[in-house]
């Protein structure tokens, strides 16, 4: 990552030597909290308080300028253990892009990195222990062909690398294309067709690739208060001779009002367990992005996803409601014993006192499936966070949680209760 990151900053110096306009604009945030856990291991059967502390820093740049676009954002975690009931780590998560040339230019290059934080086995809870990085390191080069007013086919190289900090047999290397042709039926409404092929490599395990292919029909439209987008299509994956194949979709639908928000997400596409949800054109809510693909090893899976995000202003000046509600569903091409439904939901009650004060009430409920092994696994939160953020750019925060976590073994069953402050800064 540091090596991408220099590269971005060469290039964005350069573009300033030479007196290109460009606009700047960023921003940094610093969080320091302390909590108290009255069950620190995460066991019933043998709970102990703790006091655990977090260290974070966050950081976002966005440059503009003719022919560029550079966009960072990152925050970085630190987390200490009174008593080392987990283990002390340093996690890293977001994004960053660099843009040469204009957008649907003749000739554009993107070099882009993505850090997510992921489970290693969903079967237990996200102490650090089972926590991993997930890094993405990707070339683009692009070419643009405007055949018309209305028609426009685009060609892009990809050159990828994929990395996990502890599971390195997860780790690929990737290159392919993508070929796609779009027509604009109007103003607010496109159709097109897209194509893409990708190699992919295993670099820690011996002999392991396979071939993944796609074809789609796209479809698009906005209103004044509604919006869609849809993608139509069919994968195929090949490795070792055996083939592996699903239909595919993607599609968007958004609805606002004045009083409220409305988006549902649904896909289905077929993918590995380097990539993960990565390759996902539907991002889901945090309920369930690091959920990823737990099989430690090389194998492809057909991932199914539904999800229904409804936000309200309409309960009093003040408030703020937000629910989510979903489901997803991933099935292994070998290790069956992964197979897993995922059925999620969560709500989220905000008030703002004043300008600078706010009270928050939120609960998430998780329940796992794992289908072939006949294992259930609930988990659920609830947290509570006063917030006074003044206009200097401090901030201070009560806040408290409790977690409860059920399975049919009874063996990663807990309760916890966890209350603290937290101090802030940004600017």
């Not at 540091?2 to 290039?11: D, G, I, M, Y």
Request: net charge negative; aromatic share 12%; glycine share 8%.
């Amino acid at each position: 990552m540091r090596k991408f990151l220099w590269q971005c900053a060469t290039v964005i110096c350069f573009y300033w030597s030479v007196g290109t306009a460009h606009s700047v604009e960023y921003g940094f945030d610093i969080a320091i909290d302390s909590e108290y856990s009255d069950n620190a291991f995460r066991d019933n059967d043998r709970k102990e308080g703790e006091r655990q502390d977090r260290i974070g820093v966050s950081f976002g740049l966005t440059e503009q300028g003719e022919g560029i676009l550079a966009d960072l954002n990152y925050i970085y975690n630190k987390q200490f253990y009174e008593k080392d009931s987990q283990l002390e780590r340093g996690l890293l998560e977001g994004d960053a892009r660099l843009r040469l040339g204009q957008e649907s230019g003749l000739f554009v290059l993107n070099m882009e990195h993505s850090n997510r934080v992921t489970l290693i086995d969903n079967r237990q809870s996200d102490t650090t222990q089972n926590l991993d990085e997930r890094s993405i390191y990707s070339l683009k080069p692009e070419t643009n062909f405007k055949l018309s007013s209305a028609d426009r086919v685009s060609i892009i190289g990809t050159l990828e690398k994929i990395e996990y900090s502890e599971q390195s047999s997860r780790t690929s290397e990737r290159r392919g294309a993508d070929m796609q042709w779009s027509h604009r039926l109007s103003a607010l409404s496109e159709i097109g067709v897209s194509g893409n092929y990708r190699q992919i490599d295993y670099t820690e395990v011996d002999g392991s690739s396979n071939e993944l292919s796609s074809v789609y029909i796209t479809i698009s439209r906005a209103l004044r208060n509604a919006s869609y987008d849809a993608k139509l299509g069919y994968n195929l994956s090949e490795r070792d001779g055996e083939q592996f194949d699903s239909f595919s979709y993607y599609a968007t639908f958004a609805l606002s009002g004045l009083e409220y928000n409305l988006v549902i997400e649904l896909s289905d596409y077929i993918t590995d367990t380097s990539a993960g949800n990565s390759t996902s054109e539907v991002v889901l809510s945090s309920d369930v992005q690091n959920i990823t693909g737990s099989f430690n090893g090389v194998d492809q899976y057909k991932t199914r996803s539904s999800e229904l995000i409804y936000n309200y202003l309409g309960l009093c000046l003040k408030c703020n409601a937000n629910i989510t509600i979903g489901t997803t569903k991933d099935e292994y091409l070998q290790n069956k014993l992964e197979n897993v439904i995922n059925k999620y939901g969560s709500m989220t009650l905000s008030y703002n006192l004043n300008q600078e004060s706010s009270v928050r009430l939120a609960g998430s409920i998780r329940e796992m499936d794992f289908i072939n092994s006949e294992q259930t696994t609930d988990y659920s939160v609830v947290d509570f966070r006063y917030v006074h953020q003044r206009v200097s750019g401090v901030r201070f925060a009560v806040i408290g949680s409790h977690s409860s976590r059920k399975d049919d073994s009874g063996l990663s069953a807990f309760d916890e209760n966890k209350y603290g402050i937290s101090l802030g800064y940004s600017f």
